[in-house]
């Protein structure tokens, strides 16, 4: 028997691209900022939320949404739950966000991501497969590309990939796994692959939220080695809209690099929140650096720009300040997330 919650607030107009669409990993930070985007562009669609709700997975993301809004608590690796719920709901679409995400949780165990990431993409995939889903999109990472030099040109579609990371690995070979269905039996799939994210409820072991969360109760601020690390960072709501554009005009077997144009080393970050804060530098926490911590990742986006008419167009200045209010002003939000094994998990990455 499915596990099915209903949201009961209706919404009005409609959509004939996005009709009745699965979801996974929509609890989390990116996934429920995707059914809020798609709820609020197609607000007649169906959307299955799926989830297992691990740590990083919460339905304070999901409250409020309308009744065509259904939530499903599942593994992604349980095959007969997938068919179940993609039989019940006859879903067309399917949007695969459902992942273990952290390097640092990766370097500390690494059963996990390939569980979750290797093994569930597959069931994932044959599920969908048997229903003859009609659209499917990969969500994955710009790190199954592995790292760059300062004066190396950014990532294209046709880099290879060599991933770092377990994380990463992991995720490197759940793309290899969607190639490999859409090469052997066609599947409808695509693979989307994106640069770091911020913003509202994102889980406070990454990066910026980890430092707001700091630097508002006055706590140390730890950077990774001399916080030199350049990373390419987009607001989630241009990802979300990069997402939409993918499942509804993309290629069928074609992948897309999506990101933010904005580069910044991770010491940048911290000081910058440090400054919306008001808080002192004196903070700030240099700690050793984590094993093969991947030095750059820079996304080039033309193929997304001319093919699909996608750019960011959240500036990170205002993205940043935009999220350390939506951190303000949800600190019931934050104090909910926060649970004891996240506690445990800080103290013992970075004491």
Known sequence: MLNVRRHDHPHACGSR????????????????????????????????????????????????????????????????????????????????????????????STEPFTQTNIVGTQRLLDAAKAANIQRFVHVSTDEVYGSLSLNDAPFTEDHPIVPNSPYAASKAASDLLVRSYIKTFDFPAMITRCSNNYGPYQFPEKLIPLMVHNARNGKSL????????????????DHCAAIAMVLTRGELGEVYNIGGNRELTNIDIVKKIIHHCGANESLIEYVTDRPGHDFRYAMDIQKINTTLGYSPCMSFEDGLASTIEWYKQNDTWLTTVMSGEYRQYIKEQYQ
């Not at 068919?83 to 695969?96: L, N």
Request: net charge negative; proline share 3%; with cysteine.
């Open 222 to 237: 730890p950077v990774y080695g001399a916080g030199d690390n350049i990373r390419d960072w987009v607001h989630v709501s």
């Open 17 to 108: 691209t996005i009709m009745r669409i699965l979801v996974t990993g929509a609890a989390g930070f990116i996934g429920s900022n995707f059914v809020r985007y798609i709820l609020n562009q197609h607000p007649s669609c169906t959307i299955v939320s799926y989830d297992a709700l691990t740590y990083a997975g919460n339905l304070e993301n999901l409250k409020n949404l309308p009744k065509n809004h259904h939530f499903v608590h599942g593994n992604i690796c349980d095959s007969e739950l997938l068919t179940k719920t993609i039989a019940s709901f006859d879903v067309q679409q399917v949007v695969h966000f459902a992942a273990e995400s952290h390097v640092d949780r990766s370097i500390m």
